[in-house]
């Protein structure tokens, strides 16, 4: 266990506004729930010049290192039985900012898992939106147009559809939480997966916009219950002084 303490956490009922009207957040996590800390990778050069990254691997800038730091630190009391990574390198160097602030009981490394991977943008991957809309014009247009079953150009990865994407983050998350009940984990991941959860909680449609916020190193706290996630919170960067981004993975 990686819990410097046992002490249960309990939420205060909050309005929380997503572009949703007073959208309201559960109380506590229920008896027995698998709680599920979802937690977006700090900043990095590409997220600040809004390129994609996908499932290029880039790492961690000065900003997002701080990030990290601070995310760590204000997770250090919590009850954390696991912390569990994507692969990649910005979400991997994120969790072990989380593990060295719990200490010496903390595990050397987060255990990694390649299924909470962002979503693979195929030629879409290092590429600015301008540069997108350029070379991919027909592309471009369906993503934009929220197309979830749209085919993305090739690249030096395959790319996925949005649909493939929502399935494989979501089924990662929950399987998780079935080889952990009752536990608390941390999941390390990127902007479209912590899209994904928030998505399949609410019981969102694919196709609707996105009209919530996705921050750089901010914790988004879930349950899962008989196989289902629900959201207890979402978007907390009390514990980042300064501006964190929102949007690109």
Known sequence: MLSPSCRPIFFKQTALRFGRKNL?????APAGATTILLIRHGETAWNAERRLQGHLDIPLNAEGERQAAQLGAALAGEQIDHVISSDLGRAR???????????????PAPALDPQLRERCYGGFEGLLYSEIAAR?????????????????PPGKNQGESF????DRATRAILAHAARHPGQTLALVAHGGVLECAYRAALGLSLETPRDFKVHNASINRFTVEQG?????????????RQQVLDDLP
Request: glycine share 4%; net charge positive.
């Open 24 to 28: 309201m957040t559960l109380t506590t």
């Open 93 to 107: 160097q994120t969790a072990e900012a989380v593990l060295r602030a719990r200490g010496a009981a903390a595990a």
């Open 136 to 152: 991919f014009p027909l592309e471009f247009a369906a993503w934009q147009a929220r197309n979830v079953d749209a085919t993305l």
């Open 163 to 166: 649909r493939a994407f929502f």
């Open 228 to 240: 289902r996630l629900r959201l207890l919170s979402w978007g907390e960067i009390d514990h980042l």
